[in-house]
């Protein structure tokens, strides 16, 4: 299984950014997805989570109403879209794909990721 992060920038407060997440090696379909991120100095932090099928999604309360977490089946991609951005955002985001198929609620925690992409660098200047 691989994940491929991309779209990570240097952005303005208040600015927005879209990542994407390119997956390959399994049925992108039958997994959830997720985000996650570590700012400097701190532990990796659960950001959003997608349903395997879309259907629900969650995330951080740091994020809730600004960020939107997507994804489209088919082209086994995901997207976080970044709205509002603040200084406390800057961090490096990765992706994840979830180790069970089919759950019926989006994991929140690292450990049920065992596949991660190697990671965007995003940083939002005050």
């Known amino acids: 299984v691989q994940l491929q992060a991309s779209g990570g920038g240097l952005v303005q407060a208040g600015g927005s950014l879209r990542l994407s997440c390119a997956a390959s090696?399994?049925?992108?379909?039958?997994?959830?997805m997720g985000w996650f991120r570590q700012p400097p100095g701190k532990e990796r932090e659960f950001v959003a989570a997608?349903?395997?099928?879309?259907?629900?999604?969650y995330y951080a309360g740091s994020v809730k109403g600004r960020f939107t977490i997507s994804r489209d089946n088919v082209a086994e991609m995901m997207y976080l879209q970044m709205n509002e951005l603040k200084s406390e955002d800057t961090a490096i985001y990765y992706c994840?794909?979830?180790?069970?198929?089919?759950?019926?609620?989006?994991?929140?925690?690292?450990?049920?990721?065992?596949?991660w992409g190697q990671g965007t660098q995003v940083t939002v200047s005050s």
């Open positions: 090696g399994r049925t992108f379909s039958n997994y959830g």
């Open positions: 994840a794909g979830d180790r069970a198929t089919r759950r019926s609620v989006a994991s929140q925690v690292p450990r049920e990721y065992p596949y």
């Open positions: 997608i349903k395997w099928n879309g259907g629900s999604t």
